[in-house]
T-cell receptor
């Protein structure tokens, strides 16, 4: 069964450093998402991406965050200057079509620890 | 606005007991999709079920069953004859078809099944 692949599975970074989280969505999917889960809390929407641009973003997704699909296969989330409160599990998801009926596929997550 | 409530923060049961996890949702859309995900201690999100708003039939899959009631805006999940491997956090989620298409997750219910 096709998978969404996220790398690395765990990343530790120093406060103030830039970090890039990588995702390889399912190859024929067109809609891409990033979600965040702070430890012990619920999963929160960050951003959705379609046709090489952001289609929707939450208030969490401020200027320190950016997303990119640099080469047609990867989908990346960049955090420009990490803060302690960015420590969380970050999930990438992809979907084949515009409706939720197509179903989402989540990656297994990247656990980011900011020290 | 869309919102998902899971009133039970934590539930503990003894193996072989049945357990029901509650989910109540709010939505402004007439077409929407409801989901349940399991998050084991390893952290990934495991898809369990997707239901659209036009399909109120209850569903059974092995020891799992789901009760969707539009009249009460609820989508409850029952595990029959629980097992230790069912111990996890379970999230209910909602995705509207016409007002952005990202997920809104509930806060999750932590289920502990004791041997």
């Amino acid at each position: 069964e096709p998978e969404v692949t996220q790398t690395p599975s765990h990343q530790v970074t120093q406060m103030g450093q830039e970090v890039i989280l990588r995702c390889v969505p399912i190859s024929n999917h067109l809609y891409f998402y990033w979600y965040r889960q702070i430890l012990g809390q619920k999963v929160e929407f960050l951003v959705s991406f379609y046709n090489n641009e952001i289609s929707e973003k939450s208030e969490i997704f401020d200027d320190q965050f950016s997303v990119e699909r640099p080469d047609g296969s990867n989908f990346t989330l960049k955090i420009r200057s990490t803060k302690l409160e960015d420590s969380a599990m970050y999930f990438c998801a992809s979907r084949a079509g515009p409706s939720p009926s197509y179903g989402y596929t989540f990656g297994s997550g990247t656990r980011l620890t900011v020290v | 606005a869309q919102k998902v409530t899971q009133a039970q923060t934590e539930i503990s049961v003894v193996e072989k007991e049945d357990v029901t996890l509650d989910c109540v949702y709010e939505t402004r859309d007439t077409t929407y999709y409801l989901f349940w995900y399991k998050q084991p201690p390893s952290g990934e999100l495991v898809f369990l079920i997707r239901r659209n708003s036009f399909d109120e039939q209850n569903e059974i899959s092995g020891r799992y069953s789901w009760n969707f009631q539009k009249s009460t805006s609820s989508f409850n999940f029952t595990i029959t004859a629980s097992q230790v491997v069912d111990s996890a956090v379970y999230f209910c989620a909602l995705s509207e078809a016409n007002y952005g298409q990202n997920f809104v997750f509930g806060p999750g219910t932590r289920l502990s099944v004791l041997p």
